[in-house]
């Protein structure tokens, strides 16, 4: 295999992905995980990648539609490109469940994400013995607390090849190789037959989809009559109003800062639901549901008050943000870690503040829950 040259654009294969990461994919937790990966990862590599990424955002000669065609045009990959440069850095900031959630009194973040997961699959009704795949599982988080949760059998579908090996290792870990198998796949083009799951789930992943029926569509089809669709979709809400220049810009930091094709309002996405054949059960937004004195799923992105009392809570706070900014820059000014960690870094965090500002402005929502039956005839 030829040496990467600097300025190439890669492609998400398989191959460069393993390049890429080397042996990152062993877990490694701590505090210190994320600048040890970073310095394991192929530098030339990892730059290309991110300029990969940036030329779904700012080609120069292109205007904002030619773009948002080309992003839908080559989602799959762009998303696949994304995970490669953020799986580190969400793992290192949030844990091993990529989602939002509301937080309780009391809770930690990790135990308010376990609630939000078994809210699903408490509502889709899974239970012991099923058989259940999880669209877009990411390292794996909430299907094994499907699996502890339920007792149900759960499939992972994930095209990045990254996130495959690392929720292997989870499972591993954590002694449930024979209660779930984790499939390399596009969720457009699922490697399954038809009418083979008792229930179909995706957390915060089909916003992924450049539109929303190709993956209802594909959902549908694997699932067997009667079986259950449950899904948190993230959406736009009524309150957004799509010629207001400020409510843009929020949107579309969330659409870069997130790989996301193009955010959907909410009630678009229940009538592509209807309109692949599922009877709808439950619609709601979940995020205004708040009990007193529970906290709004975005105050965890940048705590003005910095948490010593756990490592997450000081990473996740303004400070502790700034601390690992820091030491990046750093890292990357002796050549330790690759320097487009630091954009990476960037891009996260513009994400990051735009899922915040959209959530205070009530015009984006992570956890629109839908569940539908797939009818018996
Ligand atoms: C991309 C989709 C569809 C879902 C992921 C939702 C969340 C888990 C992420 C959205 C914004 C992310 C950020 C971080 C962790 C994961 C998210 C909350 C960081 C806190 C990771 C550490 C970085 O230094 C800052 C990041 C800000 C954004």
Known sequence: MPKAIEGDLVEPTTENTNLLHGSTSKLDPGP??????????????????????????????????????????????????????????????????????????????????????????????????????????????????CVRFTGAYVVGLNNNDYQIEKARRYAKQKGQENYSQFVKGDFLHMPFEDNSFDAVYAIEATCHSPDLISVYKEMFRVLKPGGTFAIYEWCTTEKYDEKNKEMIEIIKEIEYGNSLPKLYPASYSVDCVKKCGFEIQVSEDLAPTSVSGDSDWYQDLFQKRVCFSSIGGFVRSKFGSSVMSFFLKFFSFLRLVPSSATNVDKFLKVGGIGCAKGGKADIFTPMFIIVAKKPLA
């Open 32 to 145: 210190l995980s994320l600048l040890s990966s970073l310095t394991k990862k192929d530098k030339t590599l990892q730059k290309n990648t991110y300029k990969t990424y940036e030329v779904f955002w700012d080609s120069p000669e292109a205007d904002s539609e030619t773009t948002e065609l080309q992003r839908k045009q080559k989602s799959t990959d762009m998303t696949n490109t994304f995970y490669n440069l953020v799986t580190d850095f969400y793992e290192y900031g949030w844990g091993e469940s990529f989602h939002f959630a509301r937080r309780c009194k009391g809770e930690t973040l990790a135990q308010s994400l376990t609630r939000h997961e078994e809210y699903l699959f408490a509502s889709a009704n899974i239970k012991k013995g099923m058989k259940v795949l999880d669209v877009g599982c990411g390292v794996g988080g909430p299907a094994r607390t």
